[in-house]
């Protein structure tokens, strides 16, 4: 009988604690495969959208058919206000030239303009000086003296103004009149 008391205390000491826990099965391994497919496709749409982004365009238009677009939306004005329209028209003109021939000609009267330094120095400009002080004085006129233009008078600025553009286009490559 004196074997049972033995024994108990065996068996009360091989009890393992309560807080630890058998061996831990070990980490299963990372799937780096799908991770690089990621990276990759991440990389691969960054290289496409740069190269989207700076693919070759179609040639743009021209800063003279620029000009002339806006020179046409400028016709639903002529109805209504002529002197608005006449307006218009004369800034766009003056954009133009600065557009073109890096002209600082929106704080210059006509006379100013067309005498400057700056207008002399331009030969391909000489050959439009008449075409342009006509074209300039006409709408001085309408906008400053409160002449109010006929339909004929509007057409004829306007037909100036597209002639003048026109003629002074420029080629593709060496910006000098075609």
């Known amino acids: 009988m004196k074997q049972n ?7 009360q000491t091989l009890q393992l604690p309560h807080d630890i826990h058998g061996a831990i099965a ?3 391994p990372v799937q780096w495969l799908p991770w ?9 749409s960054v290289v496409l959208f740069l190269l989207w982004r700076n693919r070759k365009r179609t040639p ?8 002339l677009d806006r020179l046409d939306r400028l016709h639903p004005l002529q109805k209504s206000a002529a002197c608005r329209w006449v307006d218009s028209a004369d800034n766009l003109l003056r954009s133009y030239l600065e557009a073109r021939f890096s002209l600082p000609g929106t704080r210059q009267t006509t006379s100013e303009f067309i005498h400057s330094a700056a207008f002399s120095r331009l030969p391909a400009l000489r050959e439009f000086q008449t075409e342009l002080q006509r074209c300039r004085q006409q709408a001085d006129l309408i906008k400053f003296a409160r002449h109010h233009p006929d339909s004929t008078e509007i057409q004829r600025l306007e037909r100036t103004i597209r002639s003048f553009i026109e003629r002074s286009r420029t080629d593709r490559h060496g910006g000098r009149p075609c």
């Open 36 to 44: 690089l497919a990621v990276a990759a496709l991440t990389v691969l």
């Open 60 to 67: 743009e238009q021209t800063l003279e058919d620029q000009f």
């Open 26 to 28: 070990p980490a299963e």
């Open 5 to 11: 008391p033995v024994q108990t205390t065996v068996q």
